[in-house]
């Protein structure tokens, strides 16, 4: 059978991504005992820091039999260099899986192409499509689903903007963006979200909160913008999600953010500590859907 790699939401279909939750549902409520990862090991290579992601990874991989290398980019060769392709080679001939986290998602792509193993986006500058499937788990587990509801986005059109627009893709619900001008998602990728007709642009937070099910944001300043903090924090001043912005959405919207989060930049400390929020759910549910996503993909 084809290795099948996880680049971003649009490699799966929705009847897969259902599958992929039924099973994470499963694993959250400890009903699956397996370990088809046994004798398996999982190559975790990032370059740029991380928490949820390493941590549910190397858990989730021990949690189903197998074992997590994690490689720093900055220690292994091809920080010094080495070829894509040939790093991927001779992963290919050690270890069972590969999970990447990087800036360019090319790199990834080429990773990808040279490996004979499958490879996991573990997020780049283009896309985070881990955290989104954590976030839609998070959903479902909320709200019951996302047919029929609106999902705001409020801030950058940064990789997580990018992987929502890639859900509403597969899935079909209503995604509402609100970024200030120059900082909009990559939506001529997405040309296919945006034949949904599912899809909102607006500079207007107020546009896409107003009745949404689902409030999300993100830092101003991605991994690789810290140079930009300073010119960020003034182009998105009016973008920060406050008590009187989450007023207009459902009143049982809940509110999320991948994290990590910037309190008083982004969401006010009421917003994310407040009982709407359900960030601490979505940073657990990477664990699980997760763990799904290395079963179906590596598991024997
Ligand atoms: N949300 C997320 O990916 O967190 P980390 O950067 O800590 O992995
Ligand atoms: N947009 C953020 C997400 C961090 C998990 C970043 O790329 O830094």
Not at 92 to 102: A, H, P, W
Not at 138 to 156: M, N, P, S
Not at 184 to 192: D, K
């Amino acid at each position: 059978m084809a290795k099948r790699d996880f680049l971003q939401i649009t490699d799966f279909s929705r009847e897969e991504v259902e599958q992929l939750f039924d099973l994470a549902k499963r694993m959250k409520a400890r009903a699956y005992r397996e370990t088809p990862l046994a004798g398996k090991t999982l190559a975790m290579i990032f370059a740029k820091s991380s928490t949820r992601t390493r941590v549910s990874f190397e858990v989730g991989a021990y949690q189903l039999g197998g074992r997590a290398l994690f490689l720093s980019s900055k220690d292994i060769q091809i920080g010094r260099g080495e070829p894509i392709p040939d790093t991927a080679r001779v992963l290919s001939r050690y270890v069972d899986g590969i999970m990447i986290r990087t800036y360019d998602h090319a790199e990834v792509e080429e990773l990808a192409r040279f490996s004979t193993i499958p490879v996991i986006n573990g997020l780049t500058d283009l896309t985070h499509p881990c955290q989104v499937l954590a976030d839609l788990f998070t959903v479902k587990e909320h709200l019951g689903g996302w047919e029929g509801k609106r999902i705001a986005w409020v801030g950058d059109g940064n990789n997580m903007a990018n992987a929502w627009l890639e859900a509403a893709t597969v899935l079909g619900f209503e995604l509402r963006l609100a970024c200030p001008e120059g900082f909009e998602p990559n939506i001529a990728r997405y040309g296919a979200a945006k034949k949904h007709g599912c899809i909102m642009v607006t500079e207007v937070p107020e546009e896409a909160v107003e009745g949404a099910h689902v409030i999300n944001t993100d830092v101003w300043a991605s991994m690789g913008q810290e140079g930009e903090a300073e010119a960020r924090r003034n182009a998105f001043k009016g973008y920060t999600v406050d008590a009187e912005l989450m007023k207009l959405a459902d009143p049982k919207a809940i509110f999320l953010h991948c994290l990590p989060a910037h309190r008083g930049e982004e969401v006010t400390a009421d917003v994310i500590d407040g009982p709407q929020s359900r960030v601490w759910d979505e940073a657990e549910n990477r664990l699980h859907v997760q763990k799904a996503l290395l079963a179906t993909l590596m598991g024997s």
